[in-house]
């Protein structure tokens, strides 16, 4: 996860995956109930697909 927010602090990973996660749920919440307005890019698609594989990888590797 510092890998993929660039970032070697401690502290502000957890805190800016908890962030990205609660961000990202909530655009898919949007998207599930019917909010016809919300436009998603490639780029968008491509980022979240990054962030959930870097968090898979850090989950796997808690439970290794």
Do not use: W, Y
């Not at 510092?2 to 909530?26: G, H, I, M, W, Y």
């Not at 909010?35 to 998603?40: E, Y």
């Amino acid at each position: 996860m510092q890998a993929f927010f660039n970032d070697k602090t401690r502290r502000r990973v957890p805190e800016s995956a908890e962030k990205l996660l609660d961000q990202k749920l909530n655009r898919r919440n949007d998207i599930v109930h019917g909010d016809l307005t919300l436009v998603v890019n490639q780029t968008e698609i491509e980022e979240t697909l990054a962030f959930f594989r870097a968090l898979i990888a850090a989950l796997d590797q808690l439970v290794r």
